[in-house]
């Protein structure tokens, strides 16, 4: 990645670029998922295949940020002619260059194959994963390269700016939110015009606009996509609620884990700073604005408003109780501003396409009140036991069956869904019968999850429910702040009764214990952090409580996955005696001669599952 | 680089206007070069240097070129295919630079077809 703003990448010939006179586009994806796959390998093996055929003139390589469908990872379109290519690695290129770019012969053993389906798929907008999307957060994503600012401008970037520097009031800019009914992404679903004009209305200079791009649920990773694929939609996005609000400087709170995202941020920054779209006196129309980029330190709780503004300000990140809010006091003691990077990247396409446009797409209606329904799309990080894992941006209202079978292409394996935990840490998990659910704020807390920052983990019939509670509730447990005793307490308490049930030694009443106290964190806990902590315990107690009484009172785990409730079994009737198992048993608990049935010895075995895993005759089994 | 104006938001987008309408595949005409084997060798190439050179020398930026695979009569390559929206795709055969030229001109630029140089009107079946 080239440091300084707006040359040319390396090799392109200038005069072409400024003709534009290439015939195809390879746009090649450089988000971290297909980095890490190697997309600059596949990138410079492209240009060098290029050259040899003479070919760099008329094709050019592009390096996009997210593409979505990391599954398939690395992945690369082809434009014009939109041909969706896959999995691709360094020794595929001179294959590809020689018969597709040279000859013209797409190659198909290169595209994409859905799951039970013989034949490939050519176009991208043909893939199922594409086709039920619909683009609005990432309506740049795979279009443009997130390191030149003139692609962002010439898909109408910085006109949403112009729009309101020039033809609106900030007024009408507030109120131009409230009736879009846009509600904050990060997870609270709180109308985001509202929270501009109260915070426009409060007394006090200057105010301050802040950007949380402190991403910490597990596996969630939407923001970091629309960072690293299209930075100034991020930017424009903020500069409007800064005009909106009367503020002039901004503040961009980035995870430190973060890297390519924040180099592509900076990059961002300094571009816009060099034509003037951030900076004293914007399109000459008296406004100023500058943003400064801020690094978290990794703690999961400064994604929680008032703790982010205390680590922003150089203090331990703590929450405070908010009986005033940040729109009031925030950063410094001034009138803030805080939204999450999904919400700031919808502002710009609200403003050129107006709030009516956007209250067509979503749930319910929200004309005279901003609560009363959920507009336009979410983006969701679908993750776990799925078979295209990757970034969506689906309509608000649809489905969660169609956003995990239609775009997710159902379970791998063969194996039965069993539920979908959405929120993260602080969401619930939704069972089968609530596959219809229409997916939007309200309908999410109804059933005990909820919208949380979009990550969405899909479960099998081999997870456990009490294993993932017990996950989860580890995980807040060591990212409580510790600074008030319910979620502290209630955490480490919860934790201990967890892992008693998972090693069998939990007695009766452990599950009415565990609801006491859940009730008890969520009413007296200081901040959302502990409030919401124990919906993964209350989720799984509301809808999977048969399996919680399998371990306390059969002492099993139906799933088969905690391990002191488990045996490891082979049956006689399948195994021919391979002695495969025997042989990788790190514990040489396996006996029986060849061709033999085998027999696990209980008393070494020490359950790691290798067994089934090499079992050719899937004949290991657990009970 | 100088300081935007709100009306160098519009140049800008004029400028990479090329760029965005092909990756939306989004063009007037389609221009497709058959570069089979056999294309290759009577010269695909130089025809598709010339319909490049055409493009950038009218400095249209609607028009999308592309490349396919032998269109299945080897004996009268090199052939395009130019696609004018809504109408019927157009084959010529046996192309040299200047015919190239020509076909450009008129048809591409004008909507006239080159009855000349053209093979037949229309795709075969595919299904």
Known sequence: ?623 | MPKLKIEDLDKIVEQQKKTTSLRDGAGRVKITVHMGTCGISAGARKIMAEVMRCVEESGASDIIVTTSGCAGLCSREPMITVEVIEQAPVKYVELDEKKVKKIFDEHVMKGNVVEDYALAIGSERTS
């Open chain 1, 1 to 623: 990645m080239s440091a300084t703003p707006n040359k040319n990448v390396e090799g392109k010939s200038p005069v072409r670029e400024e003709m534009g006179g290439y015939r195809m586009h390879l746009m090649l994806c450089a988000g971290t998922g297909c980095v890490s796959g190697g997309s600059y390998k596949i990138k410079d093996a492209l240009e060098h295949e290029l050259a040899k055929y003479k070919l760099r003139d008329e094709v050019t390589v592009v390096m996009t940020g997210c593409n979505g469908f990391c599954a398939q990872g690395p992945v690369m379109v082809v434009q014009p002619d939109e041909i969706f290519y896959q999995r691709l690695s360094e020794k595929d290129i001179p294959h590809l260059v020689e018969e597709h770019m040279l000859k013209g012969r797409p190659v198909k053993k290169l595209m994409y194959t859905p799951p039970a389906e013989k034949t490939a798929v050519p176009k991208m907008s043909e893939i199922g994963f594409f086709k039920k999307q619909r683009l609005l957060a990432l309506r740049n994503r795979g279009l443009i390269d997130p390191e030149v600012i003139e692609e962002y401008i010439a898909r109408d970037g910085y006109k949403a700016l112009a729009k309101v520097l020039t033809e609106m009031k900030p007024e009408e800019v507030v109120q131009e939110m409230i009736a879009s009914g846009l509600r904050g992404r990060g997870g609270g679903g709180f109308p985001t015009g509202v929270k501009w004009k109260a915070c426009r209305e409060a007394p006090g200079e200057p105010k301050y606009i802040v950007c949380n791009a402190d991403e910490g649920d597990p596996g969630a990773y939407m923001d970091r996509s629309i960072i690293e694929g299209d930075p100034h939609s991020v930017l424009e996005g903020m500069a409007i609620a800064a005009y909106a609000i009367g503020s002039s400087k901004g503040y961009i709170y980035i995870r430190h884990e973060y890297p390519l995202a924040l180099e592509r941020l900076k990059k961002a920054i300094t571009d816009a700073h060099e034509y003037g779209l951030l900076g004293k006196n914007i399109f000459d129309r008296g406004f100023d604005f500058d943003v400064t980029i801020h690094q978290g330190a990794g703690a999961f709780v400064c994604g929680e408003e008032t703790g982010l503004i205390a680590s922003l300000e150089g203090r331990v990140g703590e929450p405070r109780p908010k009986y005033v809010f940040p729109a009031e006091k925030g950063l410094y003691g001034k009138p803030t501003v805080i939204n999450n990077v999904e919400t700031y990247v919808n502002v710009p396409a609200i403003i050129q396409r107006g709030s009516e446009w956007f209250t067509t797409i979503g749930t319910g209606d929200v004309t005279d009140n901003p609560w009363g329904g959920s507009k336009g799309t979410k983006v969701f990080s679908l993750v776990g036991k799925v078979h295209n894992t990757g970034l969506v941006e689906v309509p608000m209202g649809i489905t969660l069956r169609e956003i995990i079978f239609d775009i997710g292409g159902g379970i791998p394996n063969g194996k039965k869904f069993k539920a979908v935990q959405t929120g993260g840490p602080s969401g619930g998990v939704i069972p089968e019968s609530l596959l219809d659910l229409p997916v939007d704020f309200d309908q999410l807390i109804k059933v005990g999850s909820m919208m949380g920052s979009g990550g969405m983990i899909v479960m099998d019939e081999d997870d456990c429910m009490v294993d993932i509670a017990r996950y989860f509730i580890d995980f807040l447990s060591s990212e409580s702040c510790g600074k008030c005793t319910p979620c502290r307490e209630g955490l480490t308490q919860m934790s201990s009764i967890l892992n008693d049930i998972c090693e069998g030694k939990a007695e009766e009443g452990t599950m009415e214990l565990l609801g006491e106290l859940a009730y008890t964190m969520k009413d007296c806990s200081l901040c959302a952090l502990g409030g919401t902590a124990p919906n993964p315990v209350l989720s799984t107690l509301r809808y999977f409580r048969d399996e919680y009484e399998a371990h306390v009172q059969d002492k099993k785990c139906p799933a088969g996955v905690c391990k002191d409730l488990i045996t490891y079994y082979i049956d006689a009737e399948k195994c021919n005696g391979c002695m495969l198992c025997a042989r990788e048993c790190p514990q040489n608990a396996i006996e029986g001669e060849r061709k033999e049935p085998h027999k696990i010895q209980t008393d070494l075995c020490i359950k790691c599952g290798i067994c089934r895993d090499v079992c050719n005759q899937d004949a290991v089994f657990v009970r």
